[in-house]
């Protein structure tokens, strides 16, 4: 018996096949995928923080009379930005229209008043230039290119002055709606405009437009407005009207 259970276990051994190969499905590729390239808004991000260290509120003394025995002042209000490091500042000229001696306007450099000197003005395209000393003052880069439509842009200012008494400026964000227009506005033609749906809202004018990179393509003028309602549509002065008119000085 012995002898039998032996020569079962060699048959049955004989008769065993090789497993076949294992069917398992194969281990995963490791595929590398390649970072998509950055955007341009990406690459260059926008420091609004950085862009409000270069903008100032502008305060204009309109008017002063005495009633009851006690001084009244009234005054308009406008923005405007640095572009030299030694104080220089670019607004719009009607900000200053009412100006007839440089002592009433002061200029507000991180909620620090100065007293402003004026430079020259280009009323045809509603600049002007004031110069404060306010030390090394940090200025915005200026791009004369004409903006894409429906690309992304900023209107910087100081709005509603009566409302915000931190005197720190506010953004509102907005597309190019259209360049080069031209319109009629309180009477007279104006050409060549940057047109947003960016709002610009009273106190702003005199501020930049500017682009997802931080530079200026523009200077806020007016919001089209209908019985103190805005249209939807502001205008902007496209600073190579600043810089056409400075390069022909000097």
């Known amino acids: 018996m012995k002898g039998l259970a032996i020569s079962l276990v060699v048959f049955l051994a004989s008769c065993a096949t090789t497993p076949p190969p294992c069917e398992c499905p194969d281990s995963p590729r490791i595929v590398k995928v390649e970072p ?28 002063e009379k005495v009633r009851r025995g006690e001084v009244e002042e009234s005054f308009e209000y406008g923005t405007g930005f640095f572009i030299g490091e030694r104080g220089k500042i670019l607004t719009s000229a009607h900000v200053l229209a009412a100006v007839d001696d440089p002592r009433k306007v002061t200029v507000y450099v991180a909620g620090r008043p100065l007293q402003a000197r004026l430079g020259p003005v280009y009323r045809e395209v509603d600049l002007a230039i004031l110069l404060v000393d306010a030390g090394k003052t940090r200025p915005l880069a200026l791009d004369p290119r004409e903006p894409d439509l429906g690309e992304t842009v900023y209107a910087v ?44 809202a009273d106190g702003c004018s005199g501020g930049p437009l500017i682009d997802e990179r931080g530079n200026v393509i523009g200077v806020l003028r007016f919001n089209l407005s209908k019985q103190g309602s805005w249209l939807g549509l502001s205008f902007a002065e496209p600073i190579g009207s600043y810089l056409d008119r400075k390069g022909k000085a000097q």
Request: negative net charge.
């Open 157 to 200: 200012g100081f709005p509603y002055v009566d409302i915000f008494q931190d005197k720190k400026p506010a953004v509102s964000v907005g597309h190019v709606a259209g360049t080069g227009r031209n319109i009629e506005y309180e009477g007279r033609p104006v050409q060549d405009l940057l047109l947003t749906d960016a709002f610009v």
């Open 36 to 63: 998509a390239p950055k955007s341009a808004r990406e690459e260059s991000p926008l420091d609004l923080l950085g862009v409000f260290e270069s903008i100032v509120q502008i305060k204009v003394k309109v008017a």
